[in-house]
């Protein structure tokens, strides 16, 4: 693996909020070093502007929204969904070219996407699909954070779940996670995979604490990698020798289907948007706040490490690569081929 100067594929659909997130009071955030704000208006619907007023360009997200409108909270200006200037409190003359950028916007499964390229080229796509979130008898759990990080080494850690036995020791590893799997990487199209079974080997702790069994598992990681960001996994594990990912419901401990979203903010920061969906009854609401609060732990101590990793990736220094990188070379060149298709486009 290579240290490379990030660049970003524009002319895709990026999660910019939790659809919770965004409510009718101004939200900031900054997508690929793009500052926007966020608000809906009075029917519930978001709207995305830039995040700078024409007059002293001064931050929108400061100011209020009014009605369907928002307005500066410097001096006044107020913009509608199109970003264009309706109103000057000083003057009834509205000054030629004073609009700020409107960005094409749809919520969609719990999660607000954002097209930062060409708006043309918006139209006919679709956001990244996540159809466990709406599959009957199944149930979701969000969370939002934020890393000082390249958000490519935030996919690089999940495509490599070898880490999960020294990382997260305490909580979802576990011995013969990092050296008795058996792990395979496939390219379909865009799309990266990595598949990793693990035969016989020991519960997770907080697997152990959720379902009580504590003799050997089957245990699965399928990982699949959806250009710009997107970093789907159905991970679980079942009582040993009983067909691991196809063994039968009732001799399956844990069945889920979680995405990752690594929302890249600038070159060195990251929005990180996580779901995870299982079976309605699969778990009782302690044992679904059991695996909730660790996974919070967990998601944390991820974020720790990568900030950590990023400090010291200064390109001086030559990376080791060894055979479990083989999914994280892929989604790189596989987004370096996108980003340099699209620049010449």
Request: charged share 25%; with cysteine; aromatic share 8%.
């Amino acid at each position: 693996m290579t240290v490379e100067t990030a660049n970003f594929l524009r002319n895709r659909w990026y999660v910019a909020a939790l659809s919770t997130e965004v409510t009718g009071a101004p939200l900031a955030r900054t997508l690929l070093n793009e500052q926007m704000v966020l608000y809906r208006d009075t029917k519930g619907a978001p709207i995305v502007l830039e995040d700078r007023c024409v007059h002293r360009q001064a931050p929108l997200s400061l100011g209020e929204v009014i009605g369907d409108h928002l307005q500066c909270g410097y001096h006044g200006f107020t913009y509608d969904r199109t970003g264009a200037c309706v109103r000057v409190p000083s003057q009834a003359r509205i000054p030629p070219g004073a609009c700020v950028r409107a960005y094409p916007v749809i919520e969609q499964q719990g999660f607000v996407h954002v097209w930062p390229g060409d708006p043309a080229r918006a139209e006919g796509q679709a956001p990244f699909d996540f159809p466990f979130v709406d599959k009957d008898g199944w149930h979701s759990r969000y969370a939002s954070l934020r890393g000082q990080f390249d958000y490519r080494l935030l996919i690089d850690n999940l495509m490599d779940l070898t880490h999960l036995a020294f990382t997260h020791k305490k909580t979802i590893g576990a011995g013969g996670v990092a050296d008795q799997g058996r792990t395979s990487t496939e390219r379909d199209g865009d799309l990266v995979r990595v598949t990793r079974l693990m035969d016989n080997i020991a519960p997770a702790p907080v697997h152990v604490e959720v379902t009580g069994y504590e003799g050997n598992v089957d245990r699965w990681q399928i990982i699949e990698f959806n250009p710009p960001c997107h970093i789907a996994l159905d991970v679980g594990n079942a009582k040993a020798g009983r067909g691991g990912h196809d063994a039968a419901l009732g001799d399956k401990l844990i069945d889920r289907r979680t995405l990752h979203i690594a929302t890249p903010e600038t070159k060195t920061t990251t929005l990180y948007f996580w779901v995870s969906t299982y079976p309605s009854d699969a778990m009782n609401p302690e044992q679904e706040q059991i695996i909730y609060d660790r996974t919070m732990e967990v998601l944390d101590e991820d974020v720790t490490m990568i900030e950590g990793q990023q400090s010291r990736l200064t390109g001086a220094v030559p990376i080791v690569d060894i055979n479990e990188d083989a999914g994280q070379i892929a989604m790189r060149q596989t987004l370096a081929r996108l980003i340099s298709e699209e620049s010449l486009a």
